[in-house]
Nanobody, 118 residues
């Protein structure tokens, strides 16, 4: 079974930082593109960032310069470092995996809540 287990959510004041972690099992991580998505209350799920098998990074314009996606294939871990958090970042955050970038991703984590207070 493929599992993406997420940790690192929580509540933080505006301007603070959190690091999300996604522990991946059941697949060879180096063969997969990884992504982070988020879903705010009353809104559709949106793309946040992705990292390719070769380590190239893309991200949502509103989080560039604040969020950093990274991966450690040896540890089967993917991270989202979130700095300078804003109330607008409040959402449930999900990690996702597939062998290539998609609008629809094959595997998803359970989601973790991030709440940013003003």
């Amino acid at each position: 079974q493929v599992q993406l287990a997420e940790t690192g959510g929580g509540a933080v004041q505006a301007g603070g930082s959190l690091r999300h972690s996604c522990a991946v099992s059941g697949l060879t991580l180096r063969n997969y593109v990884m992504a982070w998505y988020r879903q705010a209350p009353g809104k559709q799920r949106e793309y946040v960032a992705e990292i390719t098998r070769g380590g190239s990074v893309n991200g949502l314009d509103s989080v560039k310069g604040r969020f950093t996606i990274s991966r450690d294939n040896a540890k089967n871990m993917v991270y989202l470092q979130m700095n300078s958090l804003k109330p607008e970042d409040t959402a449930v955050y999900y990690c996702a995996a597939d062998k290539q970038s998609h609008a629809q991703w094959r595997y998803w984590g359970q989601g973790t809540q991030v709440t940013v207070s003003s």
